[in-house]
Nanobody, 134 residues
């Protein structure tokens, strides 16, 4: 019964901003870590940013650090990704995810993307398209 729905994507010019939302139902989302991932055409999916459940510690891939900010509002069961100063290389489908281990497996993908295994029971949203074009 877990459902994850991303929204907020769209088309913007370089330097523009978008705020992605991830609405979660079926689990007490405040107890879970979540991650934002993206996949561009012809490229592997990569972890962009994660936020832990207990203390809301955040993690970012180097390419988005200082431009993107992850946050959450547990009263709304929503995780956000504020994306500023967008560049064409940010163009991708963005996905929100957690897993049955309170998101620990997803969090490991953010912390150790080259070595962490794929979570065996992950929950993924349908994705939202972000296009940055001049």
């Amino acid at each position: 019964q877990v459902k994850i729905v991303e929204s907020g994507g769209g088309t913007v010019q370089p330097g523009g901003s978008l705020r992605l939302s991830c609405v979660v139902t079926g689990i007490p989302s405040g107890s879970y870590a979540f991650g934002w991932f993206r996949q561009a055409p012809g490229k592997k999916r990569e972890a962009v940013s994660c936020i832990s459940g207990r203390d809301s510690m955040s993690y970012y891939v180097d390419s988005v650090r200082d431009r993107f900010t992850i946050s959450r509002d547990n009263t709304r069961n929503t995780i956000y990704l504020q994306m500023n100063n967008l560049a064409p290389e940010d163009t991708a489908i963005y996905y929100c995810a957690t897993d049955v281990t309170l998101g620990a497996g997803i969090l490991r993908l953010c912390m150790s993307p080259d070595t962490a295994p794929q979570p065996t029971q992950a929950f993924w949203g349908q994705g939202t398209q972000v296009t940055v074009s001049s």
